[in-house]
């Protein structure tokens, strides 16, 4: 059965929360904290930039891939790249072995990370890129997590309704237990997060990403 709050998420979606202050405020957050985060690690972007190309200097820098955001509509999210690569092509062997259960594929000993990529990804420093995504404004800083194209295809209806805002660099899965817990029950955060969604809120969980960030043990 699901969530008794399922009619309310869509609700609490209209239109008009486009136009209001809250959503001015959080674009304006948005493009300031990409601008000043991008400024800031761009010395850090160039170390992580090394030593990419030093372990594997045949491969691209990034890694692009094509999400799904804001009402289905695709597009293309950066990371540092931190696996081998032909990580894509090799995915089919191992989605057996897919520790999340859901529509999502996660495995913490995944063979196709590098070494560096076991580093950026443990303290998620593979997702600075998508601050450029925040400042096009196909992400924000905070909001549900992109899913993939496939991951999108196995949606049901319900799942579908974390779709209906701006997805996040973070969010309240990331800081309620991140890789712990089951699809089902992301999907419910993520719901949880929409029909509660402000700049107050918004902040809290940014604030709450950097406690998570400085101890994380379930980044992978």
């Not at 309704?161 to 419910?188: A, D, H, I, Y």
């Amino acid at each position: 059965m699901q969530p008794h709050f399922r009619d309310e998420v869509v609700l609490n979606t209209p239109n008009e929360y486009r136009f209001s202050l809250n959503s001015v405020l959080k674009r304006t957050i948005d493009v300031t904290g990409s601008l000043v985060g991008l400024l800031l690690l761009s010395p850090l972007f160039v170390i992580i930039a090394v030593l990419i190309k030093l372990e594997d200097p045949k491969g691209s820098l990034f890694f692009y891939q094509t999400r799904i955001g804001k009402n289905e509509k695709p597009f293309r999210m950066y990371k540092f790249r931190s696996m081998v690569s032909n990580a894509e092509e090799k995915l089919k062997e191992l989605l057996a072995q897919n520790e999340i259960e859901g529509a999502m594929f996660k495995m913490k000993n995944d063979p196709r990370i590098t070494k560096v990529g076991k580093f950026i990804r443990k303290t998620s420093i593979d997702e600075l890129p998508q601050l450029i995504n925040v400042l096009r404004g196909d992400m924000s800083l905070v909001g549900p997590r992109p899913p993939l194209v496939r991951e999108v295809a196995e949606y049901t209806d319900y799942d579908k309704l974390r779709l209906t805002v701006t997805p996040g660099c973070t969010g309240l899965w990331q800081v309620s237990g991140r890789n712990e817990l089951s699809f089902k029950e992301m999907v419910e955060l993520d719901l949880k997060y929409i029909q509660n969604r402000s700049v107050a809120f918004d902040l809290l969980i940014i604030f709450k990403t950097f406690r998570v960030l400085l101890g994380a043990k379930d980044a992978f």
